[in-house]
Structure formats: structure tokens, C-alpha cells
T-cell receptor
Framework: ETGVTQSPTHLIKTRGQQVTLRCSSQ?????VSWYQQALGQGPQFIFQ???????GRGNFPPRFSGLQFPNYSSELNVNALELDDSALYLC??????????????FGPGTRLTVL | AQRVTQPEKLLSVFKGAPVELKCNYS??????LFWYVQYSRQRLQLLLR??SRESIKGFTADLNKGETSFHLKKPFAQEEDSAMYYC???????????FGSGTQLTVLP
């Protein structure tokens, strides 16, 4: 069983730039959720993708967008980067549709620094 | 809106002592609650969920709807329990997790 993987591990960007983060879900999982974790805080839900469509969204502006591919991998795109976007971005995969089997499994995260 | 509060950012106990990590929640519906743990240099992983009503690594957590709490307990702490612990609540159609800010547990020898 392959766990959740994320790339890149670290990324440095400047204000105003755009960034794409990638996530490969655990084998057998069909749902991907993205979270932002600022320093000293718990993860905060950005959005979720299920069957290649957005299935829920947290309190994040539209410049945060995503994609899910037929193989269930996913991308998180952030446009017009701001200093406050500096954080650890976590991807979590799960198997939707089975009560009690929808535990979210997390990847190692991508550390984004915006200068 | 849902909210999870972990009042202690840091908690230190001696090996063999009991430990309790506090978690309180605010949610209008029927809550589903979790404890996640992050050991040093490892990814966030599920420790336990309240619907399973199981003990993992000696930890238990009981949902108290009257007090809106889901405290994590272990009768005898071990040094390997030192980690960051997050309480989380699942809600919405996406069953998204709302996390508390975490408690860093240190078990002293």
C-alpha cells in the first residue's frame, strides 16, 4: 500500500507569483483534501476534491484553486501569492462513501515560503 | 460554525504519570471527533476516533456531549508518547476536519 506523497518538499516564491503543489493519494482512495497549516496552528481546511470536482471549500479566497485527475492525484494552485500564504500545505486522501472507512491519511506536506 | 479548542499549548508529565490532553468543541450537529498525533519528523496520523471506542497505544478518549469535550487520556505516560497532539472535528458534506491548535506533550524521564 502506497501512502500519500506530496511534491515539492520545500518551495520559495515571491509576492505576486503563482505556485502549484502536487499530491498523490494513497492507493485505493478517491478523495483528496487540502489543508493549510500556519506556524503554531492546527491545519485549516482549504477544499476537497471527489470525482474530479470540488466537494467542499473552507474560508479561502478564489485565488486558491485545485484540480483532481482521473488517477485521483491532485494539484493545489495559488495565484497572486501573499506573505501570509507562507505555511505548510498538507494533502490528505480518503475513501469517500463508506461510513467508518473515510479516515483521512495525510502526506508529509509542502513547506511554502513567500518572500 | 464549528470550533475546536485545545487550551494547553504545552504539557509536560513524568514517565509513568497519568496524562490528560483537553479538547472542547462547539458544533450544532452530531459531532464526530478524532485525535491526530504528529511525532517528531513524521507526518500527521490518526490516533483514534470516538466512534471506534477503542484504545490505541494505551490512549482513550470519551465524548462528553454535555460538556462538549473529547479529552485524551492515558494512565501511564511513556517517553515515546512525546509528540504534538491535535483534536479534530469532522463536519459538512466533505467531512472536512476542523483542528484545534494542538498540544505539545513532553514526557520526561
Amino acid at each position: 500500500e502506497t501512502g500519500v506523497t506530496q511534491s515539492p518538499t520545500h518551495l520559495i516564491k515571491t509576492r505576486g507569483q503563482q505556485v502549484t503543489l502536487r499530491c498523490s493519494s494513497q492507493s485505493g482512495h478517491n478523495t483528496v483534501s487540502w489543508y493549510q497549516q500556519a506556524l503554531g496552528q492546527g491545519p485549516q481546511f482549504i477544499f476537497q476534491y471527489y470525482r474530479e470536482e470540488e466537494n467542499g471549500r473552507g474560508n479561502f479566497p478564489p485565488r486558491f484553486s485545485g484540480l483532481q485527475f482521473p488517477n485521483y492525484s491532485s494539484e493545489l494552485n495559488v495565484n497572486a501569492l501573499e506573505l501570509d500564504d507562507s505555511a505548510l500545505y498538507l494533502c490528505a486522501s480518503s475513501l469517500a462513501g463508506l461510513a467508518g472507512k473515510d479516515t483521512q491519511y495525510f502526506g508529509p506536506g509542502t513547506r511554502l515560503t513567500v518572500l | 460554525a464549528q470550533r475546536v479548542t485545545q487550551p494547553e499549548k504545552l504539557l509536560s508529565v513524568f514517565k509513568g504519570a497519568p496524562v490528560e490532553l483537553k479538547c472542547n468543541y462547539s458544533y450544532s450537529g452530531s459531532p464526530e471527533l478524532f485525535w491526530y498525533v504528529q511525532y517528531s519528523r513524521q507526518r500527521l496520523q490518526l490516533l483514534l476516533r470516538h466512534i471506534s471506542r477503542e484504545s490505541i497505544k494505551g490512549f482513550t478518549a470519551d465524548l462528553n456531549k454535555g460538556e462538549t469535550s473529547f479529552h485524551l487520556k492515558k494512565p501511564f505516560a511513556q517517553e515515546e508518547d512525546s509528540a504534538m497532539y491535535y483534536c479534530a472535528l469532522s463536519s459538512g458534506s466533505a467531512r472536512q476536519l476542523t483542528f484545534g491548535s494542538g498540544t505539545q506533550l513532553t514526557v520526561l524521564p
